[in-house]
């Protein structure tokens, strides 16, 4: 299995700064600990064995936090000094890698994907990127994405009031690849990459039904202090 992954924790936090500033949002304490180590110790769990870790805003921080290693996993640092967007992150971040193909995920998302699996069906789709999604119920906040029966990405929806269906949990099995060659240093991951290149045949999705939490706004991160305390994210 690959064993490098890429952590995007570089973002404002600005919907939470009601209950959290001066610190960067993925170090937002949840019971007790900072969250960005939750998601660190899943990915040291799932055989990862070095990290690049995308920083930006207060970036000072998580680097004098973590320092050069955690949990068995060496730690390499993404640094933005000016705002790249998500893909210019992405791809800045890439330049640490020691291979081609890693795992993205959020530094501010905690989504307990079995990256094996993710890994074995990307491979066996023969896929530049494969997306872990997250089957939702009644929800609002969140874009779709549909697949077809293979499982490949057919299209990106906006974010409007569903009953039911698959959101981006926003953790991936990259090829390096597939970002072109001359690309802006500034980009949109969302917009620039999966969108445009969505037809192409070349993005796919793997649903998995395991917890999922986005504490990007104060609702949910108040649901992640109770459901971490009482051990849910690790069902």
Known sequence: MTEEAIVLAGGFGTRLKTVVSDIPKPMAPVA??????????????????????????????????????????????????DLLGTGGGILQACGFL????????????????????LETLHVQKGAALT????????????????????????GFLEKQYRESGLINGGVYCLETTLFEDRMPKVFSFEKDVLER??????????ESDTYFIDIGIPEDYQKAQEDFAAGLHEA
Request: charged share 25%.
């Open 98 to 117: 020691k291979g081609k193909r890693a795992f993205v995920v959020n530094g501010d998302t905690f989504f307990h994907v079995d990256l094996a699996k």
């Open 32 to 81: 007790g600990i900072p969250f960005l180590e939750y998601v660190l110790r899943y990915l040291s769990h799932q055989g990862i064995t070095h990290l690049v870790l995308a920083v930006g805003h207060l970036r000072e921080q998580i680097i004098g936090h973590f320092g050069d290693s955690f949990e068995g996993m060496d730690i390499s640092y993404s640094e933005e000094v």
């Open 131 to 154: 997306l872990a999604l997250k089957p939702m119920h009644r929800f609002e906040r969140y874009g779709t994405v549909e697949t077809d029966a293979n499982g490949k990405v057919e």
């Open 197 to 206: 290149r969505v037809h192409e045949g070349v993005i796919y999705g793997v």
